[in-house]
């Protein structure tokens, strides 16, 4: 739910989602999540940087895994079906 609120998905709080989203939707936005990632804009332009800067430099005879490019990666605590749970 957290997630939907800070990208405007739904409304701008938690209590504007539950309120503008039916819990199909929610699910639905969940799926979308589990298949493609991260709604937030920022880290989706930081994996995308990573998997760049990774290729490139293995093209280039180096050894780097994406995940070293990507600082913010291990931020993540809450899982997006937690937070559903929790706001139950």
Do not use: C
């Not at 493609?36 to 989706?44: E, Q």
């Amino acid at each position: 739910m957290f997630e939907l609120a800070l990208n405007g998905i739904g409304g701008n709080s938690v209590h504007q989602v539950k309120t503008n989203l039916t819990m199909v939707e929610i699910k639905q936005w969940a799926e979308y999540r589990y298949r493609r990632g991260s709604l937030n804009v920022g880290r989706r332009v930081e994996q995308a940087v990573a998997n760049m800067m990774a290729t490139y430099i293995k093209s280039q005879g180096g050894d780097i895994e994406a995940l070293e490019l990507m600082p913010h990666e291990d931020d993540v605590i809450v899982s997006f079906e937690d937070q559903i749970e929790d706001t139950n």
